[in-house]
């Protein structure tokens, strides 16, 4: 008996090389789909002693399209990137645009300090700085068992 192996994937590779042959793309490497609405940038989380940082690659974008929102204790940064590459020369033109919104959501902590958060663009990298809460050390107290 032949055994056929499960592969859920397999409709969405198809379909995806449908449609990058619909508009003559070339599909991306196997396993990997392409996206055709947006982009996804690139994101590091980490954890300091006093903070949460999330340190996101935005190269091309501008500050005034970035978003940085919080609500019911999710961080949400949002955007869109508008590139327009023009060459002008004597016997050529080239215009090249790329187009794209993003969106990435992170649950909060819960000793994540949501009035202090900060964030920072500088040369295509937003940083976004989550302060935590400090700990308050309580006493301990003694309870008589009786």
């Known amino acids: 008996m032949l055994l056929t192996k499960f592969d859920p994937a397999k409709d969405l590779r198809e379909l ?3 449609l ?3 508009f003559n793309m070339p599909a991306q490497s196997k396993g990997e789909l ?3 609405s947006g982009f996804t940038p690139a994101v590091n989380t980490r954890e300091g002693e006093f903070a949460y940082h999330i340190e996101v690659d ?3 974008v501008n500050k005034k399209d970035i978003h940085v929102d919080l609500k019911d204790d ?3 940064i949002s955007g869109e990137r508008k590139i327009k590459n023009e060459v002008k020369k004597k016997d050529y033109y080239k ?3 790329s187009y794209g919104k993003f969106q990435r959501s992170f649950t909060l902590p819960e000793n994540a300090d949501s009035e202090n958060i900060k964030a920072n663009c500088e040369d295509g990298m937003l940083e ?3 302060p935590k809460m400090k700990k308050i050390d309580k ?3 003694k309870i008589d068992v009786k």
């Open 58 to 60: 935005l190269p091309g």
């Open 16 to 18: 995806e090389e449908r």
């Open 20 to 22: 990058m042959s619909a």
């Open 74 to 76: 999710v961080l949400t």
């Open 95 to 97: 215009m090249e645009s």
């Open 139 to 141: 006493d301990v107290k």
């Open 128 to 130: 976004v700085v989550i």
């Open 34 to 36: 392409a996206n055709i």
